[in-house]
């Protein structure tokens, strides 16, 4: 039902040639389009998943991104949780080391901002 009504507003947008959606899970997804040699060959990855995986999804990430493309990341706030030392939830902890990962990766020039739950833009060098 989503994919039918994805590709209904894809076909709108006259973009519709310009997707290859992929179902699965999405760690096999990226490994598998890293390992079919389809690194740094896109300009914009989009993550907002499982808080578990963030720190692999965005290593793929930059693995898949062009020098000069983005990555951009949703929750990276966390509703203000992970400046709250307090807050050792799961989630909470991945967020924070996902953000500590960005902010010492010297592959990407990045920036959060500060709009609703948090979003990173980082910048592949």
């Known amino acids: 039902e989503?994919?039918?009504?994805?590709?209904?507003y894809w076909s709108e947008a006259g973009v519709a040639h310009k997707i290859d959606l992929r179902l699965g899970p999405a760690l096999a997804t990226l490994d598998e389009l890293i390992r079919t040699g389809e690194s740094n060959r896109f300009d914009?990855?989009?993550?907002?998943?499982?808080?578990?995986?963030?720190?692999?999804?965005?290593?793929?990430?930059?693995?898949?991104?062009?020098?000069?493309?983005?990555?951009?990341?949703?929750?990276?706030?966390?509703y203000g949780k992970v400046?709250?030392?307090?807050?050792?939830?799961?989630?909470?902890?991945?967020?924070?080391?996902?953000?500590?990962r960005v902010y010492e990766d010297d592959r990407v020039f990045a920036a959060m901002i500060p709009i609703s739950d948090g979003f990173t833009l980082a910048l592949k060098k």
């Open 44 to 78: 914009f990855v989009f993550i907002d998943a499982d808080k578990a995986n963030y720190l692999n999804y965005y290593e793929r990430a930059v693995a898949l991104v062009r020098p000069g493309g983005l990555i951009g990341i949703d929750n990276t706030l966390w």
């Open 83 to 100: 400046v709250d030392q307090t807050q050792q939830d799961p989630d909470t902890k991945a967020v924070r080391a996902l953000n500590r």
């Open 2 to 8: 989503w994919t039918a009504t994805a590709r209904r």
